[in-house]
């Protein structure tokens, strides 16, 4: 069964920084793709970054430069650590696999974990 | 960047009446080698993660009721649910996964009863 964990949000002032991790289980993290998507309270749905089995990385531009995607293959976990961050980035955060046999898309998530940024 | 727009915004059905949700967008999301629609139908409830209903714009995922049908091509499409029950109270995305990795949703469609 595939499973997906979120962990290592919280309340952090603005200008801090905070790891996400995404716990995998049912499936090998390195050989898919694997995304994270936010949403702010009350709001839609924001996808926010991309790790592509290969090692390539992709980020919305609300985001680029001060959050980075990686993964780790030993515990088969998937990381967001995001820095520099402001008051907009308060959200839940959801991790989630991108099917590559249905054309990538999200088809598992995760419960979500929620990022405060708050002084 | 491809923008997708639901209508309407919210909605009240009467249970067991239909349901219809639209989303257009800004381009085509019909793939021409394939002949497929990257579109795909999420539910939300609250305090939930989105839940998969519909990809390729009218393939149900499995487990979930036939009450749920997906249909449309190219930059228009609907989600119908036939004969609305109470627990199909939630909010509904629309999602194109054609320009990955820039995905892009609806800005959602709460459905309540009526």
């Known amino acids: 069964e595939v499973q997906l964990v979120e962990s290592g949000g919280g309340l952090v002032q603005p200008g801090g920084s905070l790891r996400l991790s995404c716990a995998a289980s049912?499936?090998?993290?390195?050989?898919?793709?694997m995304s994270w998507v936010r949403q702010a309270p009350g709001k839609g749905l924001e996808w926010v970054s991309v790790?592509?089995?290969?090692?390539?990385?992709y980020y919305a531009d609300s985001v680029k430069g001060r959050f980075t995607i990686s993964r780790d293959n030993s515990k088969n976990t998937l990381y967001l650590q995001m820095n520099s961050l402001r008051a907009e980035d308060t959200a839940v955060y959801y991790c989630?696999?991108?099917?590559?046999?249905?054309?990538?898309?999200?088809?598992?998530w995760g419960q979500g974990t929620l990022v405060t940024v708050s002084s | 960047d491809i923008v997708m727009t639901q209508s309407p915004d919210s909605l009240a059905v009467s249970l067991g009446e239909r349901a219809t949700i639209n989303c257009k967008s800004s381009?085509?999301?019909?793939?021409?080698?394939?002949?497929?629609?990257?579109l795909a139908w999420y539910q939300q409830k609250p305090g939930q993660p989105p839940k998969l209903l519909i990809y390729?714009?009218?393939t149900r995922e499995s487990g979930v009721p036939d009450r749920f049908s997906g249909s449309g091509s190219g930059t228009d499409f609907t989600l119908t649910i036939s004969s609305l029950q109470a627990e199909d109270v939630a909010v509904y995305y629309c999602?194109?996964?054609?320009?990955?990795?820039?995905?892009?949703f609806g800005q959602g469609t709460k459905l309540e009863i009526k």
């Open positions: 989630a696999r991108a099917s590559v046999r249905l054309g990538e898309l999200l088809d598992y």
């Open positions: 381009q085509s999301v019909l793939y021409s080698s394939n002949n497929k629609n990257y």
């Open positions: 790790i592509y089995s290969g090692g390539s990385t």
């Open positions: 049912g499936f090998t993290v390195s050989s898919n793709y």
């Open positions: 390729w714009a009218s």
């Open positions: 999602q194109q996964y054609y320009s990955t990795p820039l995905y892009s």
